[in-house]
């Protein structure tokens, strides 16, 4: 896929014709530049650097979820855990002192 560059155009007002009392517009001149090289590579480069700034982030969500899943399952034990103790007839501050590692 390749991308379109925007062409650079600049409207110059004609200075040699001025408003001499009589109503008179003063002339507009329309000058596009081409693109050279140096445009070109930038801004591929910047096109590049979205990208990479794109896949850093994905990067960096999915290194998130990676450390949250321990998290979850440790929750999911301990939650588990409660609920056996519980349903032994103990309280739940005795089932969560004993979930915690006391006695």
Known sequence: ???EQPSVCLIITD???KDNGKGKKSK????CASSS???RILWYAFGAGGLA???IAAFALLAIAIKLYPLKQEAKFFNACIEETRNSGTSVSAAVRFCNGGT
């Not at 507009?28 to 000058?31: A, E, G, I, Q, T």
Request: no cysteine.
């Open 37 to 39: 090289g140096s445009r």
């Open 15 to 17: 200075s040699m014709a």
């Open 53 to 55: 700034a794109r896949w």
């Open 28 to 31: 507009k001149s329309k000058k």
């Open 1 to 3: 896929m390749e991308l």
